[in-house]
Antibody
Framework: EVQLVQSGAEVKKPGESLKISCKAS????????LGWVRQVPGKGLEWMGT????????RYSPSFQGQVTISADKSISTAYLQWSSLTASDTAMYYC??????????????WGKGTTVTVSS | QTVVTQEPSLSVSPGGTVTLTCGLS?????????PSWYQQTPGQAPRTLIY???TRSSGVPDRFSGSILGNKAALSITGAQADDESDYYC??????????FGEGTKLTVL
């Protein structure tokens, strides 16, 4: 069974750093693009960026470029989303999602359950 | 910056048909944007419904269908059921490894 298992909820203070994870199983992790999606409480979904774990090629939404870093470790089938200095506006649910088919990656077909990040002083 | 537009809210009667649309603030949506559709109920992760304009994802009932209507992508739900009451999002592939979500449509079944 194809699965994406995300790390647990985080509560952080402004200015702290954070790295959340998304562990894949049931498929060849390296050859499928994997994306991150943000959902601020009460708001819609926003595509943040996507990584190809095979060579770590990464694409970012202009809205998130420079604000977060997406990485992957194909040896343990895990992707990461990290912040160097959190602000209250980073409070949200974060989903990882696999892009469908290595040769047809234009959509997302498998979703993690999400990681809640709360940033508060 | 390109905005992907959706109706903020729609309603449908049980058993009825409703069409949700996905447009661009500037320009027309075509199959070249590979439109996909996702359903999200409160407190849950999104679920993939439709990709490549009109291909249903595995396990999605044929009550859900996708198309291009005029200059927009469209998701139609026929024979609406109570558990179709959800938020629906479209995604367009803008090229160069960039995806954009629509603003979402809140569908009420009443």
């Amino acid at each position: 069974e194809v699965q994406l298992v995300q790390s647990g909820a985080e509560v952080k203070k402004p200015g702290e750093s954070l790295k959340i994870s998304c562990k894949a199983s049931g498929y060849s992790f390296a050859i499928y693009w994997l994306g991150w999606v943000r959902q601020v409480p009460g708001k819609g979904l926003e595509w943040m960026g996507t990584i190809y774990p095979g060579d770590s090629e990464t694409r970012y939404s202009p809205s998130f470029q420079g604000q977060v870093t997406i990485s992957a470790d194909k040896s343990i089938s895990t992707a990461y989303l990290q912040w160097s200095s959190l602000t209250a506006s980073d409070t949200a649910m974060y989903y990882c999602a696999r892009h469908g088919d290595p040769n047809y990656y234009y959509y997302m077909d498998v979703w993690g359950k999400g990681t809640t990040v709360t940033v508060s002083s | 910056q390109t905005v992907v537009t959706q109706e903020p809210s729609l309603s449908v009667s049980p058993g009825g048909t409703v069409t949700l649309t996905c447009g661009l603030s500037s320009g027309s949506v075509s199959t070249s944007y590979y439109p996909s559709w996702y359903q999200q109920t409160p407190g849950q992760a999104p679920r993939t419904l439709i990709y490549s304009t009109n291909t249903r994802s595995s396990g999605v009932p044929d009550r859900f269908s996708g198309s291009i209507l005029g200059n927009k992508a469209a998701l139609s739900i026929t024979g609406a059921q109570a558990d179709d009451e959800s938020d629906y999002y479209c995604v367009l592939y803008m090229g160069s490894g960039i995806w954009v979500f629509g603003e979402g449509t809140k569908l009420t079944v009443l």
